[in-house]
């Protein structure tokens, strides 16, 4: 229901959704997502409780929406395509993240959010065959949590920038879906 709406015509409804997900994204920034619940969300973005429910079921289903919108035009161009605009995404306010240190459950999330975007991916792309015979839900997986590895990693590396975290995570991933 809620991810159709998203994708409606109706520019009132994709503004709505626009100003959830900043919303979402402007408390993760100042707070512990674990500690943020739906009534702040609908503070932050100045809508009622009706309307957060016409468009999404809860905070998990709209932290997933916004990064699914966030990843979706680069999977459609290839595989890992997702890790670049996420990866500027979060560079853009990865120092106030890190130094709360409370981002290993978003990463979490994220990992989720990504796999199953990954594996719709690779069930909708032409039937491939991996040399050693790895499922397309075993490469969704192992991308997913490679994600989140390097998510951890560049968090002691804060010398670098986005461009360079993702080219290591595509390193790491060439054995498994080539170059």
């Known amino acids: 229901m809620s991810a159709k709406m998203f994708d409606s015509e109706d520019g009132r409804v ?8 900043e919303a979402l994204a402007d408390l993760i920034y100042r707070k512990s997502y674990d500690r943020i619940g739906v009534k702040e969300i609908l503070a932050e973005a100045h809508i009622a409780r009706s309307t957060f429910y016409a468009h999404s079921r809860g905070k998990d289903e709209l932290l997933q929406q916004a990064v ?10 290839d595989v890992l395509g997702f890790s670049k605009p996420l990866l500027l995404h979060m560079e853009a306010q990865r120092l106030s ?8 459950q ?4 994220l990992q989720d959010v990504i796999e199953l975007r990954i594996a719709e991916r ?6 491939f065959v991996h040399p050693i015979g790895l499922t397309p839900e075993l490469r969704a997986r192992h991308a997913a949590s ?4 390097i998510l951890e990693w560049w968090s002691v590396r804060t010398d670098l920038c986005a461009e360079q975290v993702e080219a290591e995570y595509r390193r ?5 879906f080539g170059p």
Request: hydrophobic letters at 30%; charged letters at 30%; glycine letters at 12%.
């Open 106 to 109: 978003l990463h979490r999330k």
């Open 97 to 104: 993240l890190l130094a709360r240190g409370h981002h290993a």
């Open 146 to 149: 490679t994600f989140g590895t």
């Open 14 to 21: 994709q503004r709505t959704g626009r100003r959830l997900h």
């Open 122 to 127: 690779l069930r909708r792309g032409p039937p």
């Open 172 to 176: 790491l991933l060439e054995p498994v």
């Open 68 to 77: 699914s919108d966030i990843v979706k035009d680069g999977l459609e161009q």
